[in-house]
Protein backbone atom coordinates (compact mmCIF):
# COMPACT_ATOMS: atom_id res chain seq x y z
CA UNK A 1 0.00 0.00 0.00
CA UNK A 2 3.67 2.02 -0.56
CA UNK A 3 1.65 3.54 -3.24
CA UNK A 4 -1.68 4.51 -1.65
CA UNK A 5 -0.31 5.81 1.58
CA UNK A 6 1.88 8.05 -0.27
CA UNK A 7 -0.90 9.69 -2.61
CA UNK A 8 -3.46 10.01 0.44
CA UNK A 9 0.02 11.87 2.75
CA UNK A 10 0.90 13.64 0.32
CA UNK A 11 -2.26 14.88 -1.48
CA UNK A 12 -4.73 15.34 2.50
CA UNK A 13 -3.79 18.88 3.39
CA UNK A 14 -3.09 20.42 0.15
CA UNK A 15 -6.32 19.03 -1.50
CA UNK A 16 -8.39 20.61 2.40
CA UNK A 17 -6.68 23.69 2.04
CA UNK A 18 -7.73 23.76 -1.98
CA UNK A 19 -11.86 23.29 -1.14
CA UNK A 20 -11.11 26.03 1.39
CA UNK A 21 -10.02 28.30 -1.26
CA UNK A 22 -12.92 26.86 -3.33
CA UNK A 23 -15.00 27.86 -0.66
CA UNK A 24 -13.58 31.53 -0.31
CA UNK A 25 -13.75 31.51 -3.84
CA UNK A 26 -17.70 31.32 -3.90
CA UNK A 27 -17.93 33.38 -1.04
CA UNK A 28 -15.98 36.43 -2.89
CA UNK A 29 -18.39 36.03 -6.41
CA UNK A 30 -21.74 35.96 -4.31
CA UNK A 31 -19.78 39.45 -2.89
CA UNK A 32 -19.10 40.82 -6.09
CA UNK A 33 -22.16 39.45 -8.00
CA UNK A 34 -23.35 43.02 -8.84
CA UNK A 35 -20.19 43.68 -10.47
CA UNK A 36 -20.48 40.51 -12.42
CA UNK A 37 -24.21 40.71 -13.60
CA UNK A 38 -23.81 43.68 -15.14
CA UNK A 39 -21.12 42.65 -17.40
CA UNK A 40 -22.78 39.10 -17.83
CA UNK A 41 -20.15 37.95 -21.04
CA UNK A 42 -17.77 37.95 -18.04
CA UNK A 43 -19.52 35.74 -16.10
CA UNK A 44 -20.72 33.61 -19.08
CA UNK A 45 -16.62 33.15 -19.62
CA UNK A 46 -15.51 32.50 -16.14
CA UNK A 47 -15.74 29.22 -15.90
CA UNK A 48 -14.23 28.64 -19.38
CA UNK A 49 -11.32 30.62 -18.75
CA UNK A 50 -10.79 29.32 -14.96
CA UNK A 51 -10.30 25.97 -16.91
CA UNK A 52 -7.97 27.40 -19.65
CA UNK A 53 -5.15 28.74 -17.06
CA UNK A 54 -5.97 25.52 -14.86
CA UNK A 55 -5.30 22.98 -17.50
CA UNK A 56 -2.35 24.77 -19.30
CA UNK A 57 -1.04 24.68 -15.32
CA UNK A 58 -1.36 21.19 -15.17
CA UNK A 59 -0.12 20.37 -17.67
CA UNK A 60 3.34 22.37 -16.96
CA UNK A 61 3.30 21.19 -13.77
CA UNK A 62 2.96 16.98 -15.11
CA UNK A 63 5.19 17.85 -18.03
CA UNK A 64 7.88 19.55 -15.53
CA UNK A 65 7.29 16.76 -12.82
CA UNK A 66 8.11 14.12 -15.79
CA UNK A 67 10.97 15.93 -17.00
CA UNK A 68 12.36 15.73 -13.67
CA UNK A 69 11.97 12.05 -13.22
CA UNK A 70 13.31 11.41 -16.47
CA UNK A 71 16.50 13.98 -16.45
CA UNK A 72 15.58 16.09 -18.89
CA UNK A 73 15.23 19.15 -16.61
CA UNK A 74 18.36 19.14 -14.23
CA UNK A 75 16.73 19.51 -11.00
CA UNK A 76 18.29 23.32 -10.26
CA UNK A 77 17.03 26.63 -10.65
CA UNK A 78 18.51 27.24 -13.88
CA UNK A 79 17.58 28.19 -17.79
CA UNK A 80 17.46 24.95 -19.85
CA UNK A 81 16.83 24.40 -23.83
CA UNK A 82 13.55 21.68 -22.55
CA UNK A 83 12.41 24.62 -20.02
CA UNK A 84 12.14 27.31 -22.85
CA UNK A 85 10.56 25.30 -25.21
CA UNK A 86 7.92 24.07 -22.81
CA UNK A 87 7.31 27.72 -21.95
CA UNK A 88 7.06 29.28 -25.72
CA UNK A 89 4.87 26.06 -26.52
CA UNK A 90 2.58 26.46 -23.56
CA UNK A 91 2.37 30.31 -23.97
CA UNK A 92 1.51 29.93 -27.59
CA UNK A 93 -1.07 27.43 -26.96
CA UNK A 94 -3.20 29.58 -24.23
CA UNK A 95 -3.16 32.50 -26.81
CA UNK A 96 -4.80 30.32 -29.16
CA UNK A 97 -6.97 29.07 -26.96
CA UNK A 98 -7.88 32.22 -25.50
CA UNK A 99 -8.66 33.05 -29.44
CA UNK A 100 -11.46 30.15 -29.65
CA UNK A 101 -12.38 30.88 -26.31
CA UNK A 102 -13.21 34.92 -27.34
CA UNK A 103 -14.87 33.81 -30.55
CA UNK A 104 -17.19 31.61 -28.86
CA UNK A 105 -18.19 33.49 -26.25
CA UNK A 106 -19.12 36.22 -28.95
CA UNK A 107 -21.02 33.75 -30.57
CA UNK A 108 -22.72 32.68 -27.47
CA UNK A 109 -23.27 36.10 -26.61
CA UNK A 110 -24.92 37.04 -29.91
CA UNK A 111 -26.88 34.02 -29.98
CA UNK A 112 -28.58 34.20 -26.42
CA UNK A 113 -29.43 38.36 -26.39
CA UNK A 114 -26.70 38.28 -23.35
CA UNK A 115 -25.81 42.29 -23.56
CA UNK A 116 -21.92 42.74 -24.66
CA UNK A 117 -21.00 45.83 -22.25
CA UNK A 118 -17.34 47.96 -23.47
CA UNK A 119 -16.38 44.42 -25.49
CA UNK A 120 -12.78 46.00 -26.33
CA UNK A 121 -12.04 47.25 -22.69
CA UNK A 122 -13.26 43.43 -21.28
CA UNK A 123 -11.44 41.80 -24.29
CA UNK A 124 -8.21 43.66 -23.26
CA UNK A 125 -8.82 42.71 -19.25
CA UNK A 126 -9.01 38.99 -20.03
CA UNK A 127 -5.85 39.03 -22.19
CA UNK A 128 -4.27 40.59 -19.68
CA UNK A 129 -5.01 38.96 -16.73
CA UNK A 130 -4.06 35.38 -18.99
CA UNK A 131 -1.16 36.23 -19.77
CA UNK A 132 -0.08 37.67 -16.31
CA UNK A 133 -1.83 34.54 -14.91
CA UNK A 134 0.52 32.46 -17.23
CA UNK A 135 3.67 34.28 -16.39
CA UNK A 136 3.29 34.32 -12.61
CA UNK A 137 2.52 30.15 -12.29
CA UNK A 138 5.04 28.96 -14.52
CA UNK A 139 7.79 30.55 -13.06
CA UNK A 140 6.23 29.55 -9.10
CA UNK A 141 5.56 26.03 -10.47
CA UNK A 142 8.84 25.80 -11.58
CA UNK A 143 10.99 26.83 -8.83
CA UNK A 144 8.35 24.31 -6.17
CA UNK A 145 8.47 21.72 -8.96
CA UNK A 146 12.09 21.57 -8.15
CA UNK A 147 12.05 22.74 -4.32
CA UNK A 148 9.41 19.57 -3.82
CA UNK A 149 11.26 16.90 -5.98
CA UNK A 150 14.16 17.61 -4.85
CA UNK A 151 12.93 16.60 -0.93
CA UNK A 152 11.71 13.07 -3.18
CA UNK A 153 7.72 14.47 -3.48
CA UNK A 154 5.63 13.94 -6.32
CA UNK A 155 4.92 17.89 -7.40
CA UNK A 156 2.22 16.59 -9.28
CA UNK A 157 0.51 15.44 -5.65
CA UNK A 158 1.13 19.06 -3.76
CA UNK A 159 1.08 21.81 -7.09
CA UNK A 160 -2.06 20.54 -8.89
CA UNK A 161 -4.39 21.01 -6.37
CA UNK A 162 -2.69 23.98 -4.99
CA UNK A 163 -2.57 25.88 -8.35
CA UNK A 164 -6.18 25.10 -9.68
CA UNK A 165 -7.59 26.46 -6.33
CA UNK A 166 -5.17 29.27 -6.65
CA UNK A 167 -6.15 29.86 -9.99
CA UNK A 168 -10.38 29.79 -9.14
CA UNK A 169 -9.58 32.55 -6.82
CA UNK A 170 -7.15 34.44 -8.09
CA UNK A 171 -8.60 34.66 -11.59
CA UNK A 172 -12.43 36.23 -10.50
CA UNK A 173 -10.17 38.70 -8.30
CA UNK A 174 -7.83 39.98 -11.00
CA UNK A 175 -10.42 40.50 -13.27
CA UNK A 176 -12.63 42.53 -10.73
CA UNK A 177 -9.98 44.55 -9.94
CA UNK A 178 -9.04 45.38 -13.58
CA UNK A 179 -13.17 46.17 -14.24
CA UNK A 180 -12.84 47.80 -11.29
CA UNK A 181 -9.73 50.06 -12.39
CA UNK A 182 -10.55 50.27 -16.26
CA UNK A 183 -14.34 50.05 -16.67
CA UNK B 1 8.63 7.30 -23.06
CA UNK B 2 11.44 10.02 -23.63
CA UNK B 3 10.73 12.50 -26.06
CA UNK B 4 12.02 15.43 -26.94
CA UNK B 5 8.78 18.00 -27.93
CA UNK B 6 9.49 21.06 -29.60
CA UNK B 7 7.31 23.85 -28.90
CA UNK B 8 5.16 23.33 -32.17
CA UNK B 9 4.50 19.73 -30.92
CA UNK B 10 3.42 21.05 -27.50
CA UNK B 11 0.90 23.68 -29.42
CA UNK B 12 0.07 20.57 -32.02
CA UNK B 13 -0.94 17.94 -29.12
CA UNK B 14 -2.83 20.67 -26.77
CA UNK B 15 -4.44 22.90 -29.02
CA UNK B 16 -7.36 20.66 -30.15
CA UNK B 17 -8.15 19.16 -26.34
CA UNK B 18 -8.10 22.54 -25.44
CA UNK B 19 -10.42 23.50 -27.75
CA UNK B 20 -12.53 20.80 -26.32
CA UNK B 21 -12.21 21.51 -22.72
CA UNK B 22 -13.42 24.94 -23.49
CA UNK B 23 -16.18 24.09 -25.15
CA UNK B 24 -17.07 21.94 -22.14
CA UNK B 25 -16.41 24.24 -19.29
CA UNK B 26 -18.85 26.96 -21.63
CA UNK B 27 -21.43 24.27 -21.90
CA UNK B 28 -21.16 23.48 -18.32
CA UNK B 29 -21.66 27.21 -17.65
CA UNK B 30 -25.20 27.09 -19.82
CA UNK B 31 -26.65 24.24 -18.22
CA UNK B 32 -25.62 25.68 -14.57
CA UNK B 33 -26.82 28.97 -15.39
CA UNK B 34 -30.08 27.39 -16.95
CA UNK B 35 -30.96 24.94 -14.78
CA UNK B 36 -29.51 25.38 -11.35
CA UNK B 37 -30.74 28.89 -11.49
CA UNK B 38 -34.44 27.44 -11.13
CA UNK B 39 -34.27 26.01 -7.80
CA UNK B 40 -35.59 27.76 -5.19
CA UNK B 41 -32.33 27.02 -3.10
CA UNK B 42 -30.61 28.48 -5.78
CA UNK B 43 -28.42 31.09 -3.03
CA UNK B 44 -27.34 28.72 -1.34
CA UNK B 45 -26.36 26.22 -3.81
CA UNK B 46 -23.69 29.10 -5.84
CA UNK B 47 -21.97 28.75 -2.19
CA UNK B 48 -20.88 25.34 -2.88
CA UNK B 49 -20.66 24.74 -6.81
CA UNK B 50 -16.93 26.78 -7.06
CA UNK B 51 -16.08 24.36 -4.10
CA UNK B 52 -17.38 21.30 -6.02
CA UNK B 53 -15.90 22.73 -9.33
CA UNK B 54 -12.57 23.10 -7.97
CA UNK B 55 -13.15 20.03 -5.74
CA UNK B 56 -13.34 17.47 -8.80
CA UNK B 57 -10.20 19.35 -10.26
CA UNK B 58 -8.05 18.91 -7.17
CA UNK B 59 -8.95 15.34 -6.99
CA UNK B 60 -9.14 14.34 -10.99
CA UNK B 61 -6.55 15.93 -12.22
CA UNK B 62 -3.50 14.58 -10.02
CA UNK B 63 -4.82 10.85 -10.51
CA UNK B 64 -4.70 11.73 -14.45
CA UNK B 65 -1.67 13.10 -13.66
CA UNK B 66 -0.08 9.90 -11.84
CA UNK B 67 -1.70 7.48 -14.43
CA UNK B 68 0.08 9.60 -17.25
CA UNK B 69 3.45 9.22 -14.92
CA UNK B 70 3.03 5.58 -13.99
CA UNK B 71 2.70 5.33 -17.89
CA UNK B 72 5.47 7.40 -18.82
CA UNK B 73 8.10 5.45 -16.14
CA UNK B 74 6.75 2.63 -16.43
CA UNK B 75 5.24 1.84 -13.40
CA UNK B 76 1.42 1.18 -15.01
CA UNK B 77 0.33 -2.16 -13.25
CA UNK B 78 -2.60 -3.32 -11.77
CA UNK B 79 -1.65 -2.88 -7.87
CA UNK B 80 -0.75 1.00 -8.81
CA UNK B 81 -4.10 1.31 -10.55
CA UNK B 82 -5.67 -0.28 -7.61
CA UNK B 83 -3.91 2.05 -5.03
CA UNK B 84 -4.59 5.50 -7.18
CA UNK B 85 -8.15 4.70 -7.89
CA UNK B 86 -8.45 4.02 -3.74
CA UNK B 87 -6.74 7.36 -2.70
CA UNK B 88 -8.62 8.93 -5.10
CA UNK B 89 -11.99 7.52 -3.43
CA UNK B 90 -11.23 8.36 0.15
CA UNK B 91 -9.37 12.10 -0.62
CA UNK B 92 -12.86 12.82 -2.32
CA UNK B 93 -14.74 11.50 0.50
CA UNK B 94 -12.91 13.69 2.97
CA UNK B 95 -12.89 16.84 1.03
CA UNK B 96 -16.48 16.67 0.02
CA UNK B 97 -17.33 15.95 3.53
CA UNK B 98 -15.21 18.89 4.75
CA UNK B 99 -16.57 20.95 1.73
CA UNK B 100 -20.53 20.05 3.29
CA UNK B 101 -19.41 21.09 7.08
CA UNK B 102 -17.71 24.58 6.07
CA UNK B 103 -20.17 25.41 3.65
CA UNK B 104 -22.68 24.93 6.78
CA UNK B 105 -20.86 26.43 9.05
CA UNK B 106 -20.77 29.47 6.44
CA UNK B 107 -24.51 29.66 6.38
CA UNK B 108 -24.79 29.05 9.93
CA UNK B 109 -22.81 32.52 10.79
CA UNK B 110 -23.25 34.73 7.26
CA UNK B 111 -26.07 33.53 5.26
CA UNK B 112 -28.41 32.08 7.76
CA UNK B 113 -30.79 30.55 4.37
CA UNK B 114 -32.76 27.91 5.85
CA UNK B 115 -33.68 25.99 2.10
CA UNK B 116 -32.99 22.57 3.29
CA UNK B 117 -31.81 20.43 6.20
CA UNK B 118 -28.41 20.64 7.43
CA UNK B 119 -27.52 16.85 6.40
CA UNK B 120 -28.27 17.78 2.60
CA UNK B 121 -25.22 19.87 3.42
CA UNK B 122 -23.35 17.05 3.23
CA UNK B 123 -24.90 14.39 1.13
CA UNK B 124 -24.96 16.90 -1.91
CA UNK B 125 -20.88 17.28 -2.26
CA UNK B 126 -20.25 13.29 -1.33
CA UNK B 127 -22.94 12.24 -3.89
CA UNK B 128 -22.26 14.12 -6.86
CA UNK B 129 -18.59 14.06 -6.19
CA UNK B 130 -18.32 10.00 -6.01
CA UNK B 131 -20.66 9.87 -8.96
CA UNK B 132 -18.62 11.94 -10.98
CA UNK B 133 -15.30 10.66 -9.91
CA UNK B 134 -16.44 7.26 -11.13
CA UNK B 135 -17.23 8.56 -14.48
CA UNK B 136 -13.84 10.88 -14.89
CA UNK B 137 -11.56 7.77 -13.33
CA UNK B 138 -13.11 5.13 -15.38
CA UNK B 139 -12.77 7.31 -19.04
CA UNK B 140 -9.10 9.12 -18.38
CA UNK B 141 -7.45 5.47 -17.83
CA UNK B 142 -8.98 4.35 -20.97
CA UNK B 143 -7.93 7.68 -22.60
CA UNK B 144 -4.57 7.83 -20.74
CA UNK B 145 -3.75 3.78 -22.05
CA UNK B 146 -5.01 4.54 -25.68
CA UNK B 147 -3.33 8.03 -26.19
CA UNK B 148 -0.07 6.60 -24.83
CA UNK B 149 -0.38 2.99 -27.14
CA UNK B 150 -0.45 5.82 -30.44
CA UNK B 151 2.80 7.33 -28.99
CA UNK B 152 1.87 10.85 -27.89
CA UNK B 153 2.08 12.07 -24.48
CA UNK B 154 -0.62 11.85 -22.53
CA UNK B 155 0.32 14.87 -20.27
CA UNK B 156 -0.68 16.80 -23.17
CA UNK B 157 -3.76 15.47 -24.25
CA UNK B 158 -5.60 13.95 -21.06
CA UNK B 159 -5.90 16.95 -18.64
CA UNK B 160 -7.67 19.35 -21.29
CA UNK B 161 -10.30 16.71 -22.70
CA UNK B 162 -10.89 15.65 -19.01
CA UNK B 163 -11.51 18.94 -17.94
CA UNK B 164 -13.92 19.28 -20.46
CA UNK B 165 -15.79 16.35 -19.82
CA UNK B 166 -15.36 16.46 -16.09
CA UNK B 167 -17.03 20.11 -15.76
CA UNK B 168 -19.99 19.25 -17.97
CA UNK B 169 -20.95 15.58 -15.98
CA UNK B 170 -20.13 17.50 -12.63
CA UNK B 171 -22.97 20.02 -13.14
CA UNK B 172 -24.66 17.07 -14.86
CA UNK B 173 -24.24 14.45 -11.59
CA UNK B 174 -25.04 17.98 -9.28
CA UNK B 175 -28.24 18.61 -10.83
CA UNK B 176 -28.96 14.56 -10.39
CA UNK B 177 -28.29 14.82 -7.49
CA UNK B 178 -30.81 17.59 -6.45
CA UNK B 179 -33.51 15.84 -7.63
CA UNK B 180 -32.34 12.29 -6.38
CA UNK B 181 -32.24 13.96 -2.82
CA UNK B 182 -35.15 16.29 -3.64
CA UNK B 183 -33.53 20.00 -2.79
CA UNK B 184 -36.67 22.60 -3.58
Redesign the interface.
Known sequence: ?D??IK??KE??IV??I??????L???F??TNENILSTIPFI??????I???I???S??M???L??HL??G?IPPSIKKSK?LI??F???L??IL??LA??LI??HI?TYSTDISLVNPIEIEIIIILTIIIMFGLIFFMMFISSIFLFKRGK?P??FL??FI??LI?FLNPFLIIVFITIFI | MEREDSRFTIVKEIFPSETLSIMGSVLAGLILSLIILEFKSFPILILLIPALLSLRGNISSPFIARTAKDLIIGQFNKRNIAENILSTYLLAIITAFLIGIFTLIINIFIFKFNYFSNELFILIPLISMLFTLSLVITISILLNSVVFKFGLDPNNIIPPIMTGIGEFFNVVFFYLTLILLGVP
Open positions: MYFVISIVISSLIGISGTLSLLLLPANSLGDITIISRTTLISREDIGLLTLSVLVGIDNNIPTSD
